[in-house]
């Protein structure tokens, strides 16, 4: 491994559904089934003076309004709030390829997307004839992935490896075949882009399972695997908890509500 460097990380919110979104949504075995629990959507920005990645391609407004989700912006939008330019941006890691992570990789004409090999198999091979495991993933996102492929614009991974100085993914398995956690080194010490490894703070913390699911055994092995990997519980990001926005301090009042700075200690 070369020497790392150190980051400064952001949350970048671009979509959510509040209306129609409850408990028994996000937790196997949650307490109260029936009680309201909305969901974010996030991409994430990783960069330092030598590079600038993005975590997740997100999904736009067709697939929200599919779906019955809502679309804020654009993932290329919020990033541009950042001073990032999705069209330049070289490296975007696609923890899994579920709809809401994989969705506008046309925004990112000079990408080289880093995906795990299980992943590719996963969204590509036997499982996909099931409803259960190709609800999550949306056709056209998989088929613009293998045609990236054949364009060489796909870097495989196989496992845990590291992708710059300072940043590594972890393959965990659970919520899909191939999903990963990405690692970032901080100021405030290793940080964890949990991605879908947690959805929320709950999922991790009172271990309690995400309904949609590959492996069950996985999903909470990589809870193990996430706490083992960062600096402590406050360095953990969930992937799509709005307790993220309220406990990180915004880039600036501008941006309260959409844009969370990760890479320092939590407010309060
Ligand atoms: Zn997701």
Request: aromatic letters at 10%; proline letters at 5%; hydrophobic letters at 40%.
């Amino acid at each position: 491994m070369s020497d790392p460097e150190s980051y400064e990380i952001f949350a970048v919110k671009y979509g959510s559904m509040v209306e129609n979104r409850f408990r028994r949504d996000n937790f196997i075995l949650a307490d109260d089934h029936a009680a309201p629990m909305p969901i974010d959507y996030y991409v994430w920005a990783i960069r330092n003076e030598n590079r600038t990645l993005v975590v997740d391609a997100g999904f736009d407004y067709a697939e929200a309004e599919k779906r019955g989700r809502k679309v804020d912006r654009l993932p290329r939008d919020g990033l541009e709030i950042l001073g990032i330019d999705a069209a330049t941006v070289e490296d975007v890691i696609i923890t899994h390829m579920h709809y809401d992570h994989a969705g506008t990789l046309d925004d990112f004409p000079a990408a080289r997307f880093h995906v795990q090999d299980a992943e590719m198999q996963f969204a590509t091979g036997r499982h996909m004839c099931q409803q259960p495991f190709a609800m999550a993933f949306t056709c056209d996102h998989v088929v613009g992935m293998v045609r990236r492929v054949f364009e060489g614009r796909v870097v495989f991974h196989d496992g845990d490896e590291e992708i710059a100085p300072g940043i590594t993914v972890h393959k965990v398995g659970g919520h899909t075949m191939g999903m990963m956690f990405v690692r970032v080194l901080t100021k405030r010490g290793w940080v964890v882009l949990a991605s879908d490894s947690t959805h929320f703070y709950e999922n991790l913390e009172a271990t309690k399972p995400f309904p949609i699911v590959y492996s069950v055994a996985d999903m909470i092995s990589g809870y193990d695997k996430i706490k083992a990997h960062a600096e402590s519980g406050s360095h953990i990001i969930p992937g799509h908890d709005p307790l993220v926005l309220a406990r990180y301090p915004a880039l600036n009042s501008a941006t309260e509500g959409i844009i969370g700075r990760l890479d320092v200690d939590p407010k309060g």
